[in-house]
């Protein structure tokens, strides 16, 4: 009796576990909750392989500037030197969403408050359309869907 209450309460605590997405839409509708909320831990891991590998390289770019260039760049976005010394992806995505808002042209929120039109599947690719006719490009990883970030 007792392993079984053992087993019921592991599966209930696994089932309440948030799953990684399942479907474009799933992953579609995380990232708007994440990226609204300023989640960028949670952005982060909604990114695939290969946006993730591309942001890296801009961040190893970024780490390998000289002493001055690295003052440059802080300066100009406002940023501790430090922060940019050790940045990590999250990091790279706030530091990216300062800067689209600096700007006023945060194209993602723009993005994702907008309601889904179409999705289109083909292979291990989604294009999700939105009401406004910006799309946003999803792919399957395995059995999971991730965001690929341009």
Not at 21 to 43: E, I, W
Not at 55 to 72: D, E, F, G
Request: with cysteine.
């Amino acid at each position: 009796m007792r392993v079984l209450i053992a087993i019921m309460a592991v599966l209930f605590i696994v089932s309440c576990q948030p799953s990684k997405p399942l479907t474009p839409q799933d992953a579609f509708n995380t990232l708007k909750a994440a990226y609204s909320g300023n989640d960028m831990q949670k952005v982060a891991e909604l990114l695939s392989t290969n946006s993730k590998k591309r942001i890296q390289s801009v961040i190893t770019h970024i780490q390998s500037m000289n002493a001055a260039q690295i003052a440059a760049v802080a300066k100009y976005y406002e940023v501790p030197v430090e922060s940019l010394k050790t940045m990590n992806i999250p990091q790279y995505l706030l530091l990216q969403r300062k800067i689209a808002a600096l700007r006023g042209d945060d194209v993602l929120l723009t993005a994702i408050n907008q309601p889904i039109s179409q999705v289109t599947i083909a292979h291990a690719k989604a294009t999700v359309l939105l009401y406004n006719g910006m799309s946003l490009l999803f792919v399957k990883e395995g059995p999971y869907w991730y965001f690929e970030y341009e």
